[in-house]
Nanobody, 119 residues
Framework: QVQLVESGGGLVQAGGSLRLSCAAS????????MAWYRQAPGKQRELVAS???????NYADSVKGRFTISRDNAKNTLYLQMNSLKPEDTAVYYC?????????????WGQGTQVTVSS
């Protein structure tokens, strides 16, 4: 089992910045991948950004150039620096931790942190 605790959400004006953190504990593997997802009201959960154990990074087109994902393996912590925030970034943001195993994966999720961007 992996436990994930997110922090850093809040209310910010358009154009502002927030930094999300996700502290992981439990059965963490060096080969794990981590990611941030978000879910706005009435919409499906979507991938925001992901980072592999080797540092390969992917971003959703909607956040490229504004968001930066990073991880500190020594602290087992994932970050999401969000700049130039827009009202459409308003959502609950979830941390995801993926452990790979033979013939499958195990996904773990945090409780979510609310990000609200006012216009």
């Amino acid at each position: 089992q992996v436990q994930l605790v997110e922090s850093g959400g809040g209310l910010v004006q358009a154009g502002g910045s927030l930094r999300l953190s996700c502290a992981a504990s439990g059965s963490i593997r060096s080969s794990s991948a981590m990611a941030w997802y978000r879910q706005a009201p009435g919409k499906q959960r979507e991938l925001v950004a992901s980072i592999s154990s080797g540092g390969n990074i992917n971003y959703a087109d909607s956040v490229k150039g504004r968001f930066t994902i990073s991880r500190d393996n020594a602290k087992n912590t994932l970050y999401l620096q969000m700049n130039s925030l827009k009202p459409e970034d308003t959502a609950v943001y979830y941390c995801n931790h993926r452990n790979f195993r033979f013939m499958g994966v195990d996904d773990y999720w945090g409780q979510g942190t609310q990000v609200t961007v006012s216009s």
